[in-house]
């Protein structure tokens, strides 16, 4: 027979589902320690678990390793640059509006969108899909210049300083870690 209260023994032994599975939980005195059910049947299930979910973690980082890997400095610099270009393509549209007399419609839609498109993207730059869509951003820029043809020049520009900060962040991050 047990001396330990009724409460005590009923703690003892139980199991909870959490996040990584299902654990059970004994209770020695004031601390309370927990093990997977992985942990409890040994070592070979624990190792059968570990090389499973370092397949799948494999799985899920090697899709872009190799190809591109986005480094704080690149997302500090293409921000940079796709915050500038936002406000430049903002204020083409007041140019087209006044100057080249294009339909307001037109030039509300292309310069504002446009603009827009660049502040989205600029929050997406942790991913490497942002650098794509922050490259179709560069040409459409470019297109612009048939509205404003000031933005021929200030296109290619843009789009220079974006290859810049792609190769140049990733030169000086991999200078510095070697």
Do not use: H
């Amino acid at each position: 027979m047990s001396t330990r209260a009724p409460e005590e023994a009923a703690l003892q032994g139980t199991k909870e589902k959490t996040p990584q599975g299902w654990q059970e939980s004994t209770r020695r005195g004031p601390r309370q320690s927990t093990r997977t059910t992985a942990q409890a049947a040994g070592p070979a299930v624990n190792q059968a678990t570990a090389q499973a979910a370092n397949q799948v973690t494999t799985r899920e980082t090697s899709r872009w390793d190799g190809v591109f890997e986005v480094t704080p400095g690149m997302r500090r610099l293409g921000a940079s640059v796709l915050g500038m270009e936002a406000i430049v393509v903002a204020l083409t549209t007041p140019v087209a509006i006044t100057i080249n007399k294009v339909d307001p419609s037109v030039a509300l839609t292309v310069g504002l969108g446009l603009a827009v498109l660049c502040v989205l993207v600029t929050g997406m730059l942790k991913r490497p899909a942002a650098y794509i869509a922050g490259t179709v951003i560069q040409v459409l820029a470019i297109a612009t210049g048939f509205l404003v043809p000031a933005m021929f020049f200030l296109g290619v520009i843009f789009g220079v300083l974006w290859i810049a900060a792609i190769f140049v962040a990733r030169r000086v991050e991999g200078a510095t870690k070697r």
